[in-house]
């Protein structure tokens, strides 16, 4: 580690950095602790030493790197660091004895380890010898008091980072891992802006990152050896590392002729290539003596599971290396010689293209009818692959500008928003028209940018002229825009006008019918969506329209309380490896998929969904469904009482105030959701309200669709606005009770009850309890019937009936507990004590409170306001107010700061001011005062 390096152009770092700092803060206080700082090499590792090393100058250091030929030395490493240390105890006699040099090294280390603590760094430690490591690992649990930092840098991910050995102790070792974190596409633009003074565009920004995996090293080797140019053509090949280059180039050079030959036409034949056919290239009829010296050169390896015919590169970079390494003439024939080869279609094209000098229109053309037969099929990456490939060697530009429209329309329909958006500019040059700017729509929709699709789509149907394919391509834009809006009435209409203008059996026709159900489903015509639905699916048996049918109608079984339907289709309609389909309409079966489970009780198998989203959401860019994802992730966890993992689910899946319908209201959900979890329930009303006075709602208040309703008109109730609760209420029990919607009549029905109970009718707070519970009675729904039972059983203590509220929440209890909503069951334990008389040994002159007065007396002698209260202990400020007032005449106390002084010293019975907890209030814990 130099320490002339300054490290100019260094970006990150910053969490990494914190977690050191943070093991430094425990090391002063508790004693030795022991880090590995891991990630592949490039990553940052060294740097992140080396920096926080300069970061405290004033503590003793000992370091020293792990070296490769060092590793098979016995006890090489840990007498190196010995020699380091400046100290003046002798190391004593150790041998290569692990224990022994263990004991010299724990002697060296407490001795220097003072009142500041001592930082001992090993680098490269996966290339130190397992002795070495063993004596490390036994010095520190060796030392008990003193506050020594070990810091071990270990690369990880690559085949060949060091001894097996070595990497078994570290495995061992109690340690905490700090990752090193790779770099996302802002960060790579600021690197790319430091090291050549460039700024990128977000395109390019994220095309670097996919092809460098985010390796700081990796892309500063990019940048400084590939002009400007190469970076933002997305349709060049970026070149490998200049030092994997050279690695490469060198093994291949102390390769035999007939190895090398085995190499480079593997790397021809692509990312998979197969034994027989890699040796069918070079007329090897033994191949098996060049495979094995391959191997042992670190470029071909062979699949696991797949015996040695499926052959492997074994790590990123290399088989762009090796064709790197391939002149002109010699991939051009063994890219003929594959054609030749091969058995696939795809591939037998994609090597003609490969070995092909100049435009050719015959060779475009059976490009395209392989497009149109793999759109088919559903395989969309192959159908923009070979729409790309035919407008690259199209002779004519008029065909060269369809095919790339084409092509980006394609990847879109694939999900592959990023393609696609490097795509964008070449799109953007073209002149306007219905086709260009209906592709310009499609991805503005799938990127969530309203605006900019509604302005394409506009252009797109006045330019339509009298071309009827490309009418129909543009409705069927527009019936994505409206189902993205939630604009049932929209979707319908676009839906049939772009059935009236495509010719029978056409994608725009069948996809067009495939959404149409929805539409009707959010216009309230459930029974024509269910119609609809059983259409689509029988006019497309398979393939992707088949894909998109099912994700609808699972859907559709979900809103309609047909959860075990639902979770039947939506399995379904996600791909596996077997099943082609796009990428797009598999995260929309995600994100439902996820709702499902969380309905009927999976909870873990509805955050198994919400992680499968999350890595095809990173991997496509659809930036539409983002807060559809996380919406599940942040109710789940605020439930669970994971604040932190909460945080992060709504941070990634907010949404901007005039997005698309489909963004907003589940990113305004999950917040009402953590909210609620809190007891916020001001916050609630604060966060559903955009959609409470949204002119006309429309679709958002079809039953069933978007649970927001009762979550709103509760936090009216328990805020004290009754007759904004009754206004609320009321037109939608209409709607429910026109739909037949069971589980919506349910939710309306326990705040109508709690409404009635805040207003002293009992008995018909009462009736509608019971008549929310009948309505979920046979419905595998057990939050929602949680949900009805705690209200019941809340309503119902508060006006004394103490043992019914019991058996209420003991199975409100067992429910919560069974979800684990662990949240829910601290709430039904605190009102299971609530009511009981108070214990012998409180203070004196508090024997006369009731539980529920204790309890507001406790948390209001903490400081907290009777609003916070209120939302604590779910009541409405008015009856902390009557109990309050109750407290003061039985104590003979006439201020908070008189009752803060008799209640000094005893806990409080509720969580106070839980809603601090998730960062939704930054309202200061107010002291005692009159």
């Not at 796009?582 to 709702?595: D, E, Q």
């Not at 002119?695 to 069933?704: I, V």
């Not at 949900?787 to 103490?802: E, M, N, P, Q, S």
């Not at 058996?807 to 949240?823: D, E, H, K, M, N």
Request: overall charge neutral; charged content about 25%.
């Amino acid at each position: 580690m130099s320490p002339g390096d300054e490290d100019l152009h260094v970006v990150g770092l910053a969490a990494e950095t914190a977690q050191l700092e943070a093991l430094l803060d425990r090391a002063a206080t508790d004693g030795p602790v022991a880090a590995v700082v891991e990630g592949p090499a490039g990553i940052g590792k060294t740097t992140l030493l080396r920096r926080f090393l300069r970061r405290h100058p004033e503590l003793p250091t000992t370091a020293a790197p792990g070296l490769p030929w060092e590793s098979r030395r016995a006890g090489a490493l840990a007498r190196r660091l010995l020699a380091d240390d400046p100290g003046d105890t002798p190391p004593g006699p150790a041998g290569d004895d692990p224990v022994d040099l263990g004991g010299v090294l724990a002697r060296r280390w407490a001795a220097r380890a003072g009142e500041q603590p001592l930082l001992v760094v090993v680098d490269d430690a996966h290339s130190a010898d397992p002795v070495s490591l063993q004596a490390i690992a036994s010095a520190v649990a060796r030392i008990r008091r003193a506050p020594v930092v070990l810091l071990l840098a270990r690369a990880t991910g690559e085949p060949d980072t060091g001894d097996a050995e070595a990497g078994a102790v570290l495995d061992r070792l109690a340690a905490t891992s700090v990752p090193v974190l790779r770099l996302g596409p802002p960060e790579t633009q600021l690197l790319a802006a430091r090291v050549a003074a460039v700024d990128l565009p977000m395109p390019v920004a994220r095309r670097l990152c996919e092809h460098t995996a985010g390796i700081p090293g990796h892309l500063l080797e990019v940048l400084g050896d590939s002009p400007p140019v190469r970076w933002s053509d997305w349709q060049t090949r970026l070149p490998a590392p200049a030092s994997i280059q050279r690695r490469v180039q060198q093994a291949l050079d102390r390769c035999t002729p007939a190895t090398r030959a085995l190499v480079e036409a593997a790397a021809v034949l692509g990312r998979d290539p197969v034994l027989a056919d890699a040796a069918a290239l070079t007329g090897l009829a033994d191949p098996i003596a060049a495979l094995d010296e391959a191997c042992a050169a670190g470029l071909l390896a062979t699949a696991a599971g797949h015996g040695l015919d499926a052959l492997i590169f074994p790590e990123r970079f290399v088989r762009g290396a090796v064709y790197a390494t391939l002149s002109p003439r010699a991939r051009h024939e063994l890219h003929l010689r594959a054609a030749a080869v091969v058995t696939d279609d795809t591939e037998r094209l994609r090597h003609r293209v490969e070995a092909a000098p100049l435009p050719d229109a015959r060779l475009a053309d059976e490009l395209v009818e392989l497009a149109r037969r793999k759109a088919d099929e559903g395989a969309w990456a192959v159908v923009a692959g070979a729409l790309v490939d035919a407008g690259r060697i199209s002779p004519t530009r008029a065909d060269r500008e369809a095919r790339l429209v084409q092509a980006v329309d394609a990847l879109a329909g694939a999900g592959l928003l990023g393609p696609a958006v490097d795509a964008l500019p070449e799109v953007e040059a073209l002149p306007a028209g219905p086709r260009r700017d209906a592709v310009l729509a499609y991805v503005a929709v799938q990127r969530g940018r309203r605006a900019e699709a509604a302005a394409h789509l506009d252009t797109a149907w006045r330019l339509r002229g009298t071309d009827r394919g490309a009418a129909a391509v543009v409705c069927q834009r527009h019936v994505l825009h409206a189902l993205a809006d939630w604009d049932g009435d929209e979707l319908v209409r676009w839906a049939g006008r772009a059935v009236e203008h495509a010719e029978p059996g056409s994608p725009a026709a069948v996809e067009s019918r495939a959404i149409a159900g929805l539409g009707h489903a959010a216009r309230g015509a459930v029974d024509e969506a269910f119609t609809a639905y059983r259409h689509a699916v029988t006019e497309s048996p398979a393939g992707p329209q088949h894909q998109r049918a099912r994700m609808g109608l699972g859907w559709l079984y979900l809103a309609q309380d047909r959860p075990e339907a639902a979770r039947r289709e939506l399995e379904f309609a996600v791909p596996t490896v077997q099943q082609t389909g796009s990428n797009r309409i598999s995260l929309w079966a995600l994100v439902w998929l996820a709702r499902t489970r969380f309905a009927l009780g999976d909870w873990p198998g509805a955050l198994d969904a919400v992680g499968q989203a999350e890595a095809l959401l990173a991997a496509t860019g659809l930036d539409l469904l983002r807060p559809l994802v996380h919406w599940t992730g942040a109710q789940v966890h605020a439930l669970r009482g994971q604040h932190e993992d909460a945080e992060r689910h709504l941070r990634l899946g907010a949404a901007a105030e005039h997005d698309y319908t489909v963004m907003t209201v589940p990113a305004l959900l999950a917040r009402a959701s953590v909210a609620e979890a809190a007891s916020d329930y001001a916050a609630v009303v604060r966060h559903l309200a955009p959609l409470a006075v949204r002119t006309p709602r429309g679709g958002l208040d079809e039953p069933g669709f978007w649970p927001w309703h009762d979550v709103y008109a509760n936090a009216l109730v328990v805020t004290d606005r009754l007759a904004e609760a009754e206004e609320f209420l009321a037109p939608l029990e209409a709607t429910v009770h026109r739909r037949g919607h069971r589980s919506a009549g349910a939710r309306l029905g326990y705040v109508r009850g709690r409404l009635l109970a805040a207003r002293g009718d009992l008995p018909g707070a009462e009736q509608a309890f019971e008549e929310a519970r009948a309505r979920l009675t046979g419905l595998p729904l057990p939050y929602e019937r949680a949900r009805v039972d705690f209200a019941h059983g809340v309503t119902l203590r508060r006006v004394g009936r103490r043992r019914d509220a019991a058996a209420l929440f003991t199975t409100a209890r067992q429910s919560f507990a069974a979800l684990g909503a662990r949240v829910y069951v601290e709430r039904c334990d605190r009102e299971l004590r609530t009511g009981r008389p108070a214990p012998r040994a409180a203070e004196p002159g508090t024997e006369n409170l009731t539980e529920q007065e204790r309890t507001v007396a406790t948390l209001v002698a903490t400081g907290l306001t009777n609003r916070e209260v209120a939302a604590s202990m779910l009541l409405s400020v008015k009856t902390v107010q009557f109990h309050l007032t109750r407290v003061y005449a039985k104590l003979g106390v006439r201020s908070r700061s008189e009752l803060a002084a008799r209640f000094a010293g005893q806990p409080a019975r509720a969580d106070p001011a839980p809603a601090r907890r998730y960062g939704l209030t930054t309202e200061p814990r107010r002291p005692p005062a009159r």
